[in-house]
C-alpha cells in the first residue's frame, strides 16, 4: 500500500508519519500492494482531524475522524474503515465483478456481517422545478439536511445538502 499523506495546518512529522504507517498499514491484508490510501490531517482550533480516502475499482471507501488528539483520530479511522470493509465486502466485490484493490485472502474469507441495511419507509412526492437556492430555503422550511428537487435550469434531478459552517452543497448527476 502505498500512503500519500498531507497536511492542513499541521506539519506532518515523523511520529504521525510512523503512527499512520502503524494503524492504517494494519489494512494491508485487504488491499493489494499497489493500493493508494490518501491521509489528509488538519487541525482546527482544538478539533484534530484526520480524512483517509481508499479509491478501489468503481467505489471509494472513506472515512473522517475527529477528536482532542491526532493519534486518536488515527485509532478512531483504522477501526471504522475495517469495520466498513467487513460489513460491505460482499456487496464491493459483487458489484466490482473480480478482486480489484483486494487481496484474494479478503475476497474469499467469509465474515459474519454486523448489520444489513434495511430500508425500513419508502417516501414519494412530486418533484416540481426549482432553482437550487429555492431549493435550499425549502430544505431549510423543512428543517431537514438534504432536498430533493428537479432543477429549472437543467431538468436533471439534484440534491441539495447542509454542510458545517451554514453552507450549502449541491449534487448533480454526472453525464
Do not use: W
Not at 504507517?21 to 494494519?26: R, S, T, V, Y
Not at 479478503?106 to 416540481?128: A, L, N, S, Y
Not at 437543467?154 to 448533480?172: A, F, H, M, P, Q
Amino acid at each position: 500500500m502505498k500512503f500519500i499523506i498531507s497536511g492542513k495546518n499541521i506539519e506532518v512529522t515523523e511520529g504521525l508519519r510512523k503512527a499512520i504507517n502503524e494503524k492504517l498499514g494494519k489494512l494491508e491484508r485487504y488491499f493489494t500492494p499497489e493500493t493508494e490510501i490518501h491521509v489528509t490531517l488538519s487541525v482546527e482550533k482544538e478539533r484534530q482531524k484526520i480524512e483517509v480516502t481508499i479509491p478501489v475499482k468503481g467505489n471509494i471507501i472513506r472515512s473522517e475522524q475527529v477528536s482532542s488528539d491526532m493519534y486518536v483520530s488515527i485509532d478512531l479511522v483504522e477501526e471504522v474503515i475495517e469495520r466498513q470493509l467487513r460489513k460491505y465486502k460482499t456487496k464491493i466485490v459483487n458489484k466490482q465483478q473480480g478482486t480489484g484493490n483486494f487481496q484474494k485472502t479478503f475476497v474469499e474469507d467469509d465474515f459474519i456481517e454486523d448489520e444489513d441495511v434495511k430500508i425500513i419507509r419508502t417516501k414519494r412526492f412530486g418533484i416540481k422545478p426549482m432553482y437550487p437556492e429555492d431549493a435550499c430555503v425549502q430544505m431549510e422550511l423543512l428543517g431537514h439536511n438534504f432536498f430533493v428537487f428537479r432543477n429549472a435550469e437543467t431538468d436533471e434531478v439534484n440534491v441539495v445538502y447542509k454542510r458545517k459552517g451554514n453552507t450549502y452543497g449541491l449534487i448533480e448527476p454526472e453525464c
